[in-house]
């Protein structure tokens, strides 16, 4: 069964701050995807990665950079933090040359508070 | 332009009850449709997907849902609802000419009342 992990599940950081959030699939996919969540908003897409090292903007970029050196990690950072990006973060994973036709699967999310 | 509406927010059903959950998609190719549910404190889980043939899909934990192209409807349901079943759901859409993107609708929150 696929996993992906993420290494938080609750991170309290400060404003100005440099974060890290970690993510790992087990299953040899070739997509990574990192979520914000937000109520009443579903999800939104910050970031992909269809590639060791190559990476695409999502919908909502500003703020965050990602880093994919290894095929199962997928890092999402928060360049200097806001409270703004106080949200619940998800990681997702999938297969496939068009990743749009394949379910992704989600690891458990790391809510991030801002203070 | 591709999007998927979710016009409930929340519903509250009673257990036992049926369940209809309501999803509109807009997609200018052969849309990919997915229903995910996210339970308290997890990620989201694939219940169902639609690619091709038969309209009505069968997924896990007794759910179905059924794709209507004329409406542009891929309506998620359950004929009798458990109090586990309460959680957030959400409809989505992708395909082969989105590239990489998946479309998440913004979810309806089900309430199961005993």
């Known amino acids: 069964d696929v996993k992906v992990t993420q290494s938080s599940r609750y991170l309290v950081k400060r404003t100005g701050e440099k974060v890290f959030l970690e993510c790992v699939q087990d299953m040899d996919h070739e997509n990574m995807f990192w979520y914000r969540q937000d109520p009443g908003l579903g999800l939104r897409l910050i970031y992909f990665s269809y590639d060791v090292k190559m990476k695409e903007k999502g919908d909502i970029p500003e703020g965050y950079s990602v880093s994919r050196e290894k095929k199962e990690r997928f890092s999402l950072i928060l360049e200097s933090a806001s409270t703004n990006q106080t949200s619940m973060y998800l990681c997702a994973s999938n297969r496939g040359a068009i990743g749009g036709n394949q379910p992704q699967h989600f690891g458990d999310g790391t809510r991030l508070s801002i203070l | 332009a591709q999007s998927v509406t979710q016009p409930d927010i929340h519903i509250t059903v009673s257990e036992g009850a049926s369940l209809e959950l309501r999803c509109n998609y807009s997609?200018?190719?052969?849309?990919?449709l997915f229903w995910y549910v996210q339970s308290p404190g997890q990620g989201l889980q694939l219940l169902l997907k639609?690619?091709?043939?038969?309209?009505l899909v069968q997924g896990i934990k007794g759910f179905e849902a059924e794709f209507k192209r004329s409406q542009s409807s891929f309506n998620l349901r359950k004929p009798s609802v458990h109090w586990s079943d309460a959680a957030e759901y959400f409809c989505a859409v992708g395909g082969n000419t989105g590239g990489f993107k998946t479309i998440f609708g913004a979810g309806t929150r089900l309430f199961v009342k005993a």
């Open positions: 639609y690619f091709s043939g038969d309209t």
């Open positions: 997609y200018g190719a052969t849309p990919y």
